[in-house]
């Protein structure tokens, strides 16, 4: 069965540094979504993103927040100058708009900020 | 407008007991309704999801109910399981765009 698949699963930087989250989205699969959920919390949407540009996106991402599909299987997130905040998991997903609305998750990335 | 809100926050139940769950939107442009289960340290899984035009669905031993009217809908488990011990989300799209998430329910099934 197709998966949505992500790298790292877990990411320690520092404060300050830039990181960069991947995923594999399902490879038929047309819309790519990132969200995020901090500890205890519950899941919320970052952004969205379909034929190489955004098409909604969050107040909480900002500009220190880049998407990027560099080529035609990986999804990108880029945190600039990561902050103490965007500590969190970051879950990736996808769906195939126009025969479903179902997103599927990967197994998301826990960034740590220290 | 954009919130779901979903109760209660925890639950504790008996194994073969059927706990709810309960969710309440405002956006009356929200068409589909999934709910995930998600396990410490994993990604949310869909498991049954609903359109407004349906007033319930089942799938094993997962069902939706859903009243329009009201802007409501719930989770039903049936027969529950200690494997069913989760965080459940409800969530609620508009046309398929992104996700708004309820604010999780703790479910611990007891042997």
């Known amino acids: 069965e197709p998966e949505v698949t992500q790298t790292p699963s877990h990411q320690v930087t520092q404060m300050g540094q830039e990181v960069i989250l991947r995923c594999v989205p399902i490879s038929n699969h047309l819309y790519f979504y990132w969200y995020r959920q901090i500890l205890g919390q519950k899941v919320e949407f970052l952004v969205s993103?379909?034929?190489?540009?955004?098409?909604?996106k969050s107040e909480i991402f900002d500009d220190q927040f880049s998407v990027e599909r560099p080529d035609g299987s990986n999804f990108t997130l880029k945190i600039r100058s990561t902050k103490l905040e965007d500590s969190a998991m970051y879950f990736c997903?996808?769906?195939?708009?126009?025969?479903?609305?179902?997103?599927?998750f990967g197994p998301g990335t826990r960034l740590t900020v220290t | 407008q954009q919130q779901v809100k979903q109760s209660p926050q925890s639950l504790i139940v008996q194994k073969g007991g059927i706990p709810i769950i309960n969710c309440a939107y405002e956006n009356t442009a929200f068409d589909y309704f999934p709910w995930y289960q998600q396990f410490p340290g994993k990604g949310p899984a869909l498991l049954i999801a609903i359109r407004p035009d349906v007033s319930e669905k089942k799938e094993g031993r997962f069902t939706i109910s859903f009243n329009k009217s009201a802007k409501q809908f719930s989770l039903h488990i049936m027969d529950s399981q200690p494997g069913d011990s989760a965080t459940y989300f409800c969530a609620a799209t508009a046309a398929g765009n992104k996700l708004t998430f309820g604010g999780g329910t703790r479910v611990l099934v007891k042997p």
């Open positions: 993103f379909y034929n190489n540009e955004i098409s909604e």
């Open positions: 997903a996808s769906n195939n708009r126009g025969q479903t609305y179902e997103q599927y």
